[in-house]
Structure formats: structure tokens, C-alpha cells
């Protein structure tokens, strides 16, 4: 499974998602939506993107291999190529045992995903919700 990670004073490449580097390396790829996955104990958040136009979708209620098809459907309905699930953190970075499920379910889904040409990616997410709300506050 590929990864990509957040990385506080990282390079610009390691804060921004693989289809917004293609996109960035190659002008006339048009390609390239990502579906944001944020898996939680009880549901399921997604949004869609592409390059930095982010919107919300959906929340879903499923667990286990229904959640894991109706991503897939998603996907494939919304013209998905490649999906980013946050990876929560703890606040000195260190991974809790959320991130070790959220990895658990993240492998077999990069495995489904991998049969029908999708990547799977890793998103450190840590301060995403300050940031989004930082955001809509400056809005």
C-alpha cells in the first residue's frame, strides 16, 4: 500500500495528496478525483476532491465488507482514482490504537481497491479538524 504523509515543515510534496502532484507535475492529466476516508468507531465520513476543490459526500453507517463495497461503488460512481484515509494520531504524533485499526481495515480495503485499479494512501490527520475549522471561520 502506498502512503502519503503529512509532515509538519515537511517539503510541499509530503503535505499535498499524489493526484495534486501529478496534476502539478503534468498539465494535461484532467484525471484524478480522491475520496477522503475518515473511518470512525461508528461511522464513516467521505468527501470528494480534486487538486484543492475538497466537498463533503456522505457519512456512511456500515462496517466491514459492506462499507468496504459501498466504497468501492462510490468510487466508481463519483469517477474516484484514488483514496486517502486519515490515519489519527495522537497529539505528540504517536499512533494510538484507533490508527492501528484504521490500518487493520485500511490493508484489506487497499487489497479490493488494488483488484480494480485504485491506490490506497495514508493520511496523517492530526490538527485536520482545527484546520478545517480554522478555515470555515476565515470564510
Do not use: C
Amino acid at each position: 500500500m502506498a502512503v502519503a504523509v503529512s509532515v509538519p515543515g515537511g517539503s510541499w510534496e509530503e503535505r499535498i495528496p499524489p493526484n495534486v502532484l501529478r496534476r502539478k507535475r503534468d498539465s494535461t492529466w484532467r484525471g484524478g478525483f480522491s475520496l477522503g476516508v475518515d473511518l470512525g468507531l461508528s461511522r464513516t465520513g467521505l468527501a470528494i476532491s480534486k487538486g484543492f476543490s475538497i466537498r463533503p459526500l456522505t457519512v456512511l453507517e456500515l462496517r466491514g465488507q459492506k462499507l468496504e463495497l459501498r466504497l468501492l461503488d462510490i468510487a466508481e460512481k463519483q469517477e474516484v482514482d484514488e483514496f486517502i484515509i486519515g490515519l489519527p494520531k495522537s497529539s505528540d504524533g504517536k499512533e494510538t490504537t484507533q490508527s492501528n485499526k484504521v490500518r487493520s481495515v485500511a490493508g484489506r480495503f487497499a487489497v479490493q481497491a488494488a483488484k480494480r485499479g485504485w491506490r490506497v494512501y495514508l493520511q496523517d490527520e492530526h490538527g485536520t479538524s482545527s484546520e478545517a475549522m480554522d478555515y470555515i471561520l476565515s470564510m
